[in-house]
């Protein structure tokens, strides 16, 4: 998991071309958000912008206390798309992932 995490903190364009929803998310934002919180009980805690050719995209991590966590990509309209889930989030420190 942490290769994931480190692959979309440095490289976060490549998950554009692994989940063919990211071509048109159709879920507004907010309605992800409140699932993720009241299903999940998954908090936000990261957030980046993504600059590919023609488009902007919001990449964000929620994780709960429980673990599990959950990747959104936002286009400019506020359609979400979830990219990723799983279980047994870590949290580590910026420069520990490299090590």
């Not at 299903?39 to 929620?62: A, H, M, R």
């Not at 959104?72 to 279980?87: A, F």
Request: with cysteine; hydrophobic share 45%.
């Amino acid at each position: 998991m942490k290769y994931l995490i480190f692959l979309l903190a440095f490289f976060p364009s490549a998950a554009l071309a692994v989940n063919p929803c990211l071509n048109n998310p159709r879920i507004p934002r907010e309605i992800v958000v409140s699932k993720l919180l009241t299903d999940s009980e998954e908090f936000l805690i990261w957030q980046g912008l993504v600059s590919p050719p023609n488009n902007k995209y919001l990449f964000e991590l929620f994780a709960s206390d429980k673990g599990s966590w959950t990747i959104v990509i936002t286009n400019v309209q506020s359609r979400s798309c979830i990219v990723g889930d799983g279980d047994h989030w870590l949290q580590h420190e910026a420069g520990e992932i490299l090590n």
